[in-house]
């Protein structure tokens, strides 16, 4: 027989007289024949007696008479009710048939759920066995419930076992339920009748029940880790080269950042979860920079109970001491153009022009002023975008990216400003949520903006000025708090002229403006970003170590790039998943892609003029410099110059080195 069942009274020994007389000499302090009871029941009386609880008094205390808020309660342990449901679901008839009730405790005992016989529910509410009532033994001295969370294990307890007199009516029979993970109590389920338990049935019953509802409460926290590792995955270009952690609701890491995941004694972190922002403990060499919490899609925006509650989320963490652990080094152009969020540290570049471009993100990102941002597809606009919103004031809010070129004539305004119920056909019976709603507090990146056809730009006029959003087929104006980023491939200004877009809607986007290089006006950088991309591939498909060989390099960076950094990663991506060795070389290229012979090859096929030698030189030294940690005497080596040339032509070209 199981352990937990071997304290079980049997009918044939539970005398409920003999037990009554034991209990009546015990609360009266005189002698009393402990063996009568159960060496389990003895021990909670004395505990009982020992709390100073009266045993001719009532049960615990109804809702509203000092107890804890039941619906607060409720949405704490809403996932244990909802697993809760389909094994009440299952064992309804036969409880119902029993006259037995299927009662759902909280960890600290206070009832959460009651259900069977309607009648019987009410009676046993009247008796005080309803939700809201607290049955710890220290409210409602021995009974099954409370003497389970305080034994930590299935406990049945009979009619005259209860401490308390109001209770002697019930048969009771209770089992934890716990987390699989890692064994803490998440409640009790309780099975209950009156006087009517008369073998080990029952307590086979609820821990059966106990059980399942762990395993459907497992079973749901790995699909909740799975849903979270792959939005953390999917954003990973967010937090990539930042020390971050996912946390899973309760505190639990997930995964890490590769920095973090040589970090063993963080695997078994667990954060401090009551509050917005978890806290890590004071012997780990990190702390908490701040947070992004997880939004699952149905959430209710607003909700009070969410703002109060982490449900998971990735938290950025940083060294304590001021040694930069954790950063890596990057080539930077001299001059004092050096990222000083850790946002913009995320993008690769050497190049001067490149970084100043960077510096003037950092000074605009702390007004609150629309950003027009401008460059040829796939130069980094985006990547600008996100880092702006981090290390703006608005980083906690949310980061919605709507990307306008492929927004119909007839879709773009319901999307961007939402729609009330019926608003036109084919419109969902409760209407939706536009995106400038879901960015409220946050920002809003309109990406190629100057797709967006000219009725529906003039929605978005109102919205910039006032802050007013008013949704499709309504009139109830909503205020929304949003940071807009917009960004385009063409010269704005341009169609303006041409009338294909409206001159006023870009006097209000262009109150601040950055334009991005092309790739091919930063050639320096291919290097850096060949490089990187091969580790970042590396650790996603883990087919080795690669790195390119001069000749590649030399091929790459004579490229035009008309598809820019998103070209050049689609070709790097090419290069390491078909390459079968760890020096890639010009063979390893895709068959379409142009071979030189000497000249720059666009991606016309046409030639540009030769290579200039003072670029061929400065490319040389920043190739070396980013290729690992020798010596400044070593590169110069490999250069053929000597250590104070090398430093001249450093300080010439505006590098230096970290």
């Known amino acids: 027989m199981p352990a937990e069942f071997e304290d079980y009274p049997r009918s044939r020994d539970f005398d409920p007289r003999t037990v009554m007389d034991a209990w009546s000499s015990f609360v009266a302090g005189g002698p009393w024949n402990a063996g009568a009871v159960r060496d389990s029941i003895g021990a909670s009386w004395r505990r009982c007696k020992a709390a100073g609880l009266d045993p001719h008094g009532p049960c615990g205390p109804t809702p509203g008479a000092g107890t804890p808020d039941l619906g607060a309660r409720r949405l704490e342990r809403s996932d244990l009710l909802d697993a809760a449901e389909h094994t009440w679901a299952l064992m309804a008839d036969s409880l119902i048939a029993n006259d037995s009730l299927f009662v759902l405790a909280d960890p600290e005992g206070v009832l959460l759920d009651v259900r069977g016989n309607g009648e019987l529910v009410g009676a046993a509410a009247r008796a005080r066995v309803g939700a809201g009532c607290d049955w710890s033994e220290q409210a409602s001295g021995t009974n099954a419930v409370g003497t389970a969370i305080a034994l930590g294990r299935p406990v049945v307890v009979r009619t005259a076992e209860h401490y308390l007199e109001a209770a002697k009516m019930w048969d ?13 109590l998440l409640g009790v389920l309780d099975v209950t009748s009156v006087g009517n338990l008369c073998d080990s049935h029952t307590l086979a019953l609820a821990v059966t029940a106990a059980r399942q509802i762990e395993h459907a409460l497992h079973s749901r926290a790995l699909a909740f880790s799975v ?48 509050n917005a922002v978890p806290s890590l403990p004071g012997d780990v060499p990190f702390t908490v920079a701040s947070c992004l919490p997880y939004r699952r899609p149905d959430t209710v925006a607003g909700a009070a109970a969410a703002a109060r509650s982490w449900h998971g989320g990735v938290v950025v963490v940083e060294a304590r001491t001021s040694s930069g652990h954790g950063k890596r080094p990057v080539a930077t152009a001299g001059g004092g153009a050096r990222a000083r969020h850790p946002a913009f540290r995320s993008l690769v570049t050497a190049d001067a022009r490149t970084l100043a471009c960077i510096a003037k993100a950092e000074r605009l990102a702390r007004a609150a002023a629309p ?17 702006i919103h981090e290390c703006s004031a608005c980083a906690d809010g949310p980061f919605v990216a709507v990307n306008c070129g492929i927004l119909s004539r007839d879709l773009a305004a319901s999307e961007l400003l939402g729609y009330e119920p019926g608003a036109f056909t084919g419109a969902s019976g409760t209407g939706r949520a536009g995106k400038f709603e879901q960015a409220d507090g946050g920002t809003l990146f309109l990406d190629e903006i100057g797709e967006l056809p000219l009725d529906v730009q003039v929605h978005l006029l109102r919205v910039l000025q006032d802050g007013i959003v008013v949704r499709l087929g309504g009139n109830r104006e ?18 303006s002229e041409s009338g294909r877009f409206r001159r006023d809607l870009l006097y209000r986007l262009k109150v601040l403006a950055l334009e991005l290089p092309p790739l091919r006006g930063r050639r320096g950088d291919i290097p850096l970003l060949v490089a990187h991309f091969l580790e970042r591939l590396q650790a996603t498909y883990g087919l080795g170590a690669r790195t390119a060989s001069a000749e590649l390099l030399a091929t790459l960076e ?23 060795r760890a020096v890639l070389a010009t063979d390893d290229l895709p068959d379409d892609f142009p071979r030189l012979d000497g000249a720059r090859i666009s991606a016309a ?27 400044m005497s070593e590169i110069g080596r490999r250069l053929g110059i000597s250590r104070t040339t090398l430093y001249r032509k450093m300080k010439e070209y505006g590098l230096e080195r970290r």
């Open 478 to 495: 909503r205020q929304v708090n949003v940071r807009i980023i917009a960004a385009s491939n063409r010269d704005l200004g341009v169609e």
């Open 558 to 580: 004579a490229y035009d790039w008309p598809g820019n950094v998103r070209e050049l990663h689609g070709v790097v991506e090419s290069l390491y998943v078909l390459g079968d």
């Open 227 to 274: 849903e979270l590792l792959n939005w953390y995955r999917a954003n990973a270009d967010r937090w990539h080269d930042r020390l971050t952690l996912l946390l899973d609701r309760k505190g639990r890491v997930i995964a890490a950042s590769d920095e973090l995941a040589a970090q063993t004694a963080l695997r078994t972190l667990h954060a401090d979860t009551r």
């Open 605 to 631: 096929g046409g030639r540009d003029q030769p290579t200039r030698l003072v670029d061929l030189e400065r490319d040389a030294i920043v190739r070396e410099l980013v290729r690992d940690a020798a010596p």
């Open 371 to 387: 950003v027009l941002l401008s460059g040829e597809t796939g130069s980094g606009k985006e990547l600008f975008a996100r880092a």
């Open 172 to 184: 009771c029979a209770a089992a934890p339920v716990r987390d699989l993970d890692d064994g803490a």
